[in-house]
């Protein structure tokens, strides 16, 4: 069967024989099969081409020439476990920590985010002694047990006693917005007061705290840009108490937000842990957590080692230091600002034009656009985010919905996509916002029969 060419049909058979139920697919009814791709286009087993503007995995462009070629080389000359002496783990190293605080100056290897994040909880329980962490309400940091337990975004989440869940700062339709508070001063004062009452809960039961973790800007909440000042606070009442702050880049990282390299740095913080993931390696496994000194010194202390087969292997890292390379030497930072602010104006135009848009938010390129079906309830309009995204796909835009309402639409292209682009999504969101207006019963009864199956399953991360 190797090498054989597969109809869409038979792909779909030998799917559900093989593959475990619980394993989604995007657009269940009539999945994309996707047979190719380069730079921000994708392309289906009938030459379809698709823009995409979901998958922040492939960060410099779906099959980029250097990442390809770097990865194609080093599999000729060696790939083995770092037990071994090699040189590219250290190059790899050397180039990502001259991109952190001087603070931050020690890495471990892992091979998905998933990893990086249980490691690095791992880390904070070991360094501090102690057992409790709080995390944010929506937030999601991985699939293994332990990340599991920090994800209430998750649809089965189960809160074990020792994790505590603060209000997720959404300042559109959290439990404190701007419409009733008007400066971020008072915003972040608000939402970090809900840290400062789990503090002082856990004190009043001689319980003490091992870490807060929290991604830096929240994704699967429905891109979340957190109030200035926020995390300050909260940064500081943590280690007052005991604990350490864990940054979860595995999204936002790697120079997503444009004027920085990590979505952190948007804050005025520097974490005591960062985790690493989805865009380190362009679409190949590879994540990390990067951590001060003297926790890394504490781990080895009372851990002892830690390895992991594949984390750190000379194939891995070779193409995670191409990436590293790409992002600089295409400005793609930069073109993350550029692209990203057109990207907000002009969703800002169709704004005035769509009522449906309740809020537009967003660094460099990680946007999202919150749908709502009144702007003054603010309720969400989930059908109708369902509905945009179905028929984007049918338009060739590969967009996906995100939110514990599933109302927002999330803005994640690879680096690489260009203002013209967004010229064409644009449009093309114009047109399916005017069907959702003017044919509100064509969209419920299509809704009502036909989206349940077709749009992506929002528990498939990208």
Known sequence: MTGKKLTKEETIRLRNEFIGKSCPLFYKSNPLKIVEAKG?????EEGQEYLDCANNVCHVGHCHPKVVAAGVEQMEILNTNSRYLNDNILHLSESLLKKFPPSLNRIYFTNSGSEANDLAMRLAKTYTGNQDIICLNAAYHGIT????????YKQLYSKPDHVHVAPNPDTYRGKFTRDEFESDKELSKLYALEIEKILNRLKECNRKIACFIHESLQSCAGQIIMPKGYLESVYKQVREHGGVCIADEVQVGFGRVGKYWWGFEMNDVVPDIVTLGKPMGNGHPISAVVTTREIADQFFEKADSFFSTFAGNPVSCRIALAVLQTIEEENLRENAIEVGHYFVNEVKKLKLKHSIIGDIRGAGLFAGIELSKDR?????ATEEAAFIVD???????IMTIDGLDENVLKFKPPMCITKSNVDFLMSRLDSVLLECRFSKNTVKRQLSTECDENVPDKKQKA
């Not at 921000?40 to 289906?44: E, G, N, P």
């Not at 003054?376 to 969400?380: G, I, Q, R, V």
Request: glycine fraction near 0%; proline fraction near 8%.
């Open 376 to 380: 003054l309830t603010k309720k969400p």
């Open 391 to 397: 028929s984007l796909r049918n338009r060739n835009i």
């Open 145 to 152: 047990e332990a990340t599991m337990k920090v994800s209430p």
């Open 40 to 44: 921000q286009y994708m392309y289906d």
